[in-house]
T-cell receptor
Framework: DAGVIQSPRHEVTEMGQEVTLRCKPISGHNSLFWYRQTMMRGLELLIYFNNNVPIDDSGMPEDRFSAKMPNASFSTLKIQPSEPRDSAVYFC??????????FGPGTRLLVL | AQRVTQPEKLLSVFKGAPVELKCNYS??????LFWYVQYSRQRLQLLLR??SRESIKGFTADLNKGETSFHLKKPFAQEEDSAMYYC???????????????FGKGTKLSVIP
């Protein structure tokens, strides 16, 4: 298996633009997680899905953030409009039940 | 509520010295614990899981339920061990049949040549 795949790996955009991050989980995993990592705040869980259904989105910072999982092999995290404080590394991870989570390589987002 | 505490933000040791990264947890059920490692500008990688009781890259961790600890140890540090280390606790999300990880804040290990 190729592991968790994320795209793009790097994204530079201007304030106010829409940003879409993509994730393909490991085949057969039933849970998918979106995290944000910054120097100031560390690793934060934004939202997670179980069997394609959002379970807990309490970590989503505000209405500018939204996430979808239309099927078991694809998820998106969208920021609209983006702001400089959204600059961070965004990780996607997947797991099967109580097993370990496996992380993707991350998307480094810079909002100017 | 579940909680994972890593008391040291930064730990510096000399090459060849023993390493112990501390992790304490608070959880009412039977814990499922993990250690993750993140090398500079890379993804978090699973280092080891307590249930497997294996040694990875010379690291071991023993679950001590009495002290609610899961410290990570290595007898002889190597320069390539320099990284960020996260302790994590798996807990079920009530009523949803799913699980999430509660992460500690992480400890940055720096091995001095």
């Amino acid at each position: 298996d190729a592991g968790v795949i994320q795209s793009p790996r790097h994204e530079v955009t201007e304030m106010g633009q829409e940003v879409t991050l993509r994730c393909k989980p490991i085949s057969g995993h039933n849970s998918l997680f979106w995290y944000r990592q910054t120097m100031m705040r560390g690793l934060e869980l934004l939202i997670y899905f179980n069997n394609n259904v959002p379970i807990d989105d309490s970590g989503m910072p505000e209405d500018r953030f939204s996430a979808k999982m239309p099927n078991a092999s694809f998820s998106t995290l969208k920021i609209q409009p983006s702001e400089p404080r959204d600059s961070a590394v965004y990780f996607c991870a997947s797991s099967l039940g109580p097993e370990a989570q496996y992380f993707g390589p991350g998307t480094r987002l810079l909002v100017l | 509520a579940q909680r994972v505490t890593q008391p040291e933000k930064l730990l510096s040791v000399f090459k060849g010295a023993p390493v112990e990264l501390k992790c304490n947890y608070s959880y009412s059920g039977s814990p499922e614990l993990f250690w993750y490692v993140q090398y500079s500008r890379q993804r978090l990688q699973l280092l080891l899981r307590h249930i497997s009781r294996e040694s990875i890259k010379g690291f071991t961790a023993d679950l001590n339920k009495g002290e609610t600890s899961f410290h990570l140890k290595k007898p002889f540090a190597q320069e390539e061990d320099s990284a960020m280390y996260y302790c994590a606790l798996s807990n079920p999300y009530s009523g949803a049949g799913s699980y999430q990880l509660t992460f500690g804040k992480g400890t940055k290990l720096s091995v001095i040549p």
